[in-house]
C-alpha cells in the first residue's frame, strides 16, 4: 500500500485548478483595480510583503518595471511599525501581498501609505482580512485553503494575480492570453521529472541562481529548500554569483539556475556553465547551457510567464528531496503557517 501524499504535494498539484479559478472569479477585481491604477497614472509603485509573498513582490517589481517602465520600490514594513515614519507616497500605487493578510505591520504600512496618498491594493487569499479592509482594492487570489506551512499555491496565484494587474494596467493583450492559458502550462509543469537534480542534492549548502523575474524564482526557490529540507540555499542574480559567492564552489557543489525565454537567458546560461567548469553540479532551466543539465521545463506564451511554470516544477521537486531527508514539508520545525510581526 503507497503512503498518503503529503499536504505540500496535494496542493502543489492543486495549483492548476486554482489559477483556473483565480481567472474565473478574479476578472472584476483586476479589472477595477487596474481602472483606478490607470487614472491614477502612478509615478512610481511600492511594494509591502515578506517571505514569499516578498519574493513574489520581487517578481512584480521586475514585471511593473519591464512592463510600464515605472520604478517598484520594497519598503521595509518596520519603517513605519517600529520606527514611526510615514512615507511620503502621493502619486504611487501601493502592492501588499500576504496570503493571510493578518500581520500588524503589513496592515499598518498599508494603511499609512494610503493616508499619504497612495492608491493601496491588497493580494491575499482572504478577501476579509484585515489588510483587505485597510487596502482601497482586494486582489483575491482564490487558492483556496492551504494547509501545509510552506506556501505553494498561495505563492503562485500571487504571481499571477499581481501580473494579470499590471498587465490590464498596460492592456497587453498577449500577456492577457498566456496568463489565461496558464492553467494547461502548469498542469504541464507540475509533472516535469526533476529526479537528476533530486539526486544530486545530498549535502547542506547549495546556490539557487537567476535574473530578473526569474531571480524572484530562484528567492523563492532557496526559501523552500531552508523551510522543507533543512538545506542552507542562498539565492543570487547571475551577474552576482561569479564575484565573491563563486569562492564557496567544490566539485560537486549543487546549484539550480533558473531562467526563462526573456533577453538574460544567454547570460543566465553562460553563468550555469562557469559554474559547471568550476566543478559544479549545475541543473538548468534552460536548454541554452552547454555543461549544465538542462531540467524539463515548460515554455508558456509570453516570457513574464515562464518563472512561473518553472516555480511549479521546483515544487514538485522540493517536497521529494524533504522526505528523502525524513523531513515532513508540511510541518517544517520552529515555524507556523501564520507569522504575526509587530
Not at 509533472?191 to 528567492?219: E, K, M, V, Y
Not at 518553472?310 to 514539508?329: H, K, Q, W
Request: aromatic share 6%.
Amino acid at each position: 500500500m503507497s503512503p498518503q501524499p503529503t499536504r505540500m504535494l496535494r496542493e502543489i498539484r492543486e495549483i492548476p485548478e486554482a489559477v483556473e479559478r483565480l481567472l474565473s472569479e478574479g476578472t472584476d477585481a483586476v479589472q477595477s483595480a487596474a481602472a483606478s491604477a490607470r487614472a491614477l497614472d502612478p509615478r512610481f509603485f511600492i511594494s509591502v510583503a515578506r517571505g514569499s509573498s516578498d519574493h513574489a513582490a520581487t517578481y512584480l517589481k521586475y514585471a511593473c518595471e519591464l512592463m510600464l517602465r515605472r520604478p517598484m520600490a520594497s519598503v521595509g514594513p518596520s519603517v513605519t511599525s517600529v520606527y514611526g515614519v510615514e512615507i511620503d507616497a502621493r502619486d504611487a500605487v501601493a502592492l501588499s501581498v500576504s496570503q493571510s493578510g493578518q500581520s500588524p505591520d503589513i496592515v499598518r504600512l498599508t494603511k499609512a501609505l494610503g493616508d499619504s496618498g497612495a492608491l493601496t491594493v491588497a493580494i491575499s487569499n482572504n478577501a476579509d482580512s484585515p489588510l483587505a479592509r485597510a487596502a482601497d482594492a482586494t486582489l483575491p487570489i482564490h487558492a483556496g485553503p492551504e494547509l501545509s506551512v510552506a506556501a505553494t499555491k498561495t505563492f503562485v496565484t500571487s504571481l499571477v494575480a499581481g501580473l494579470w494587474f499590471l498587465a490590464e494596467i498596460k492592456g497587453d493583450r498577449d500577456l492577457g492570453a498566456a496568463i489565461q492559458a496558464l492553467p494547461e502550462m502548469l498542469r504541464k509543469a507540475v509533472d516535469c521529472d526533476w529526479t537528476q537534480a533530486a539526486d544530486a542534492i545530498h549535502g547542506r549548502s547549495l546556490f539557487t541562481i537567476g535574473r530578473g523575474p526569474s531571480w524572484a524564482i530562484s528567492n523563492e526557490a532557496a526559501l523552500k529548500f531552508k523551510e522543507t529540507c533543512l538545506i542552507h540555499a542562498e539565492s543570487y542574480s547571475s551577474a552576482e554569483v561569479l564575484h565573491g559567492p563563486v569562492s564557496i564552489v567544490e566539485e560537486g557543489f549543487p546549484v539550480i539556475a533558473f531562467a526563462a525565454r526573456d533577453r538574460a537567458e544567454d547570460s543566465l546560461a553562460e553563468a550555469a556553465d562557469a559554474l559547471a567548469a568550476m566543478g559544479a553540479n549545475v541543473f538548468a532551466v534552460t536548454d541554452k547551457a552547454s555543461r549544465a543539465t538542462t531540467l524539463p521545463h515548460v515554455r508558456t506564451g509570453h516570457w513574464l510567464c515562464d518563472p512561473i511554470t518553472a516555480i511549479v516544477s521546483f515544487y514538485a521537486m522540493v517536497e521529494t528531496i524533504a522526505l528523502r531527508r525524513g523531513i515532513d514539508p508540511d510541518r517544517p520545525r520552529h515555524l507556523k503557517k501564520v507569522t504575526e510581526t509587530l
